[in-house]
């Protein structure tokens, strides 16, 4: 059980457009789900937290305009990075938590992203 | 708010033998502590976690400790192993269930 997608595991994307990942609880129903950003030999920074049916809360110096999060059901976030620049290449990770469960977070297996 | 320090961030042992990890945070109200382990390009993994209301709990070759009045914690691999090689991340979980992340150890295990 707790299992998380993400898709696509990697995309590249031209500078100046705009990238959609998606998150998924696939045997649970994550009542809020976490995105991170990860850069090499970095540890996770968390970029904003999202609850079900409300707007995402996003961490000092996250911009909420480029990083667009949607978190429409109890199965599905969705990060969508705007007008994309080389300097947003990294690899996105997600996370969902049940409310039953407040503490553990399963993790989705990432998206690679690289602008070009 | 919180803040969560690791060390080493890089650690090299010989295998068989054992390995420990150090954290320290700085918020005495947080009271759930995971690690995770990450291999290159994939999703962190939780190994093992505890609560503020237990000083210890074992995992096979795993362990973790907690000081609740030092704020520190740390993590024991026993009889390492070649597999073992990964980058592990502490955690500490404030009031609002947010994790808050050490910076990692680069654990390596040389044969």
């Known amino acids: 059980g707790a299992v998380v997608s993400q898709h696509p595991s990697w995309v590249i994307c031209k500078s100046g457009t705009s990238v959609k990942i998606e998150c998924r609880s696939l045997?649970?129903?994550?009542?809020?789900m976490f995105w991170y950003r990860q850069f090499p030999k970095q540890s996770l920074m968390l970029m904003a937290t999202s609850n079900e049916g409300s707007k995402a809360t996003y961490e000092q110096g996250v911009e909420k305009d480029k990083f667009l999060i949607n978190h429409a059901s109890l199965t599905l976030s969705t990060l969508t990075v705007t007008s994309a620049h080389p300097e947003d290449s990294s690899f996105y990770i997600c996370?969902?938590?049940?409310?039953?469960?407040?503490?553990?977070?399963?993790f989705g297996p990432g998206t690679r992203l690289t602008v070009t | 708010g919180e803040n969560v320090e690791q060390h080493p961030s890089t650690l090299s042992v010989q295998e068989g033998d054992s390995a420990v990890i150090k954290c320290t945070y700085s918020d005495s109200a947080s009271n759930y502590f995971p690690w995770y382990k990450q291999e290159l390009g994939k999703r962190p993994q939780l190994i093992i976690d505890i609560r503020s209301n237990v000083g210890e709990k074992k995992d096979q070759r795993i362990a973790v400790t907690l000081n609740k009045t030092a704020k520190h914690f740390s993590l024991h691999i026993t009889e390492t192993q070649p597999e073992d090689s990964a980058v592990y991340f502490c955690a500490a979980s404030d009031s609002n269930y947010q994790l808050i992340w050490g910076a990692g150890t680069k654990l390596i295990i040389k044969p």
């Open positions: 996370s969902a938590r049940n409310a039953g469960l407040p503490y553990e977070q399963y």
């Open positions: 045997d649970f129903q994550a009542t809020t």
